[in-house]
T-cell receptor, first 110, second 114 residues
Framework: RKEVEQDPGPFNVPEGATVAFNCTYSNSASQSFFWYRQDCRKEPKLLMSVYSSGNEDGRFTAQLNRASQYISLLIRDSKLSDSATYLCVVNSNSGYALNFGKGTSLLVTP | DADVTQTPRNRITKTGKRIMLECSQTKGHDRMYWYRQDPGLGLRLIYYSFDVKDINKGEISDGYSVSRQAQAKFSLSLESAIPNQTALYFC?????????????FGPGTRLLVL
């Protein structure tokens, strides 16, 4: 089983829609969780960290479920500019580096 | 000015050539990383360095070597380039604060090996 797994999509949604992505991880000892955003042919950039109690940043909400070992990202009121690939990231087994999922592609259409 | 820079941004080379990709950062971070990204495979770690004297192999280090010349500089070398090393290469630095490690990426180097 891969350390971090995501549905690659693509998710095609209209502007204004709510969309959710899930990500599962294999290492139950993982302590750090993140969502990164990557635009086409650009570098990944941190979108938000994911905290145990869940956290929100504007239209974005991240949740962590340790029992089921999954992380979610909810985007409300989707904008055209949200179109990108969203990478789920978890710290590795030994804690020395981060494991990146392959990403979920989102396309928001007019 | 960008905090993490990579040179060159694009490179075309031939099989068997030795090439070097360079990374510089002005963030003052101790940790630096090299990744490659291939379509459908995501980001894979090649090498990482926690300080100037500490260099470690990542998931896919075969065919690559690195040099940490200073805190701010981390270079990746392909000793004898081969076509399956064609990829997008990213350098990253991190600000490690306990469990929360945020990585900051450079703009990437697109490498084509013919």
């Amino acid at each position: 089983r891969k350390e971090v797994e995501q549905d690659p999509g693509p998710f095609n949604v209209p502007e204004g829609a709510t969309v959710a992505f899930n990500c599962t991880y294999s290492n139950s000892a993982s302590q750090s969780f993140f969502w990164y955003r990557q635009d086409c042919r650009k570098e990944p950039k941190l979108l938000m960290s994911v905290y145990s109690s869940g956290n929100e940043d504007g239209r974005f909400t991240a949740q962590l479920n340790r029992a089921s070992q999954y992380i979610s990202l909810l985007i409300r009121d989707s904008k055209l500019s949200d179109s990108a690939t969203y990478l789920c990231v978890v710290n590795s087994n030994s804690g020395y580096a981060l494991n990146f999922g392959k990403g979920t592609s989102l396309l928001v259409t007019p | 000015d960008a905090d993490v820079t990579q040179t060159p941004r694009n490179r075309i080379t031939k099989t068997g050539k030795r090439i070097m990709l360079e990374c510089s950062q002005t963030k003052g971070h101790d940790r630096m990383y090299w990744y490659r990204q291939d379509p459908g495979l995501g980001l894979r770690l090649i090498y990482y360095s926690f300080d100037v004297k500490d260099i470690n192999k990542g998931e896919i280090s075969d065919g690559y070597s690195v040099s940490r010349q200073a805190q701010a500089k981390f270079s990746l070398s392909l000793e004898s380039a081969i076509p399956n090393q064609t990829a997008l290469y990213f350098c990253a630095t991190s600000d490690f604060r306990g469990l929360q490690e945020t990585q900051y990426f450079g703009p990437g180097t697109r490498l084509l090996v013919l």
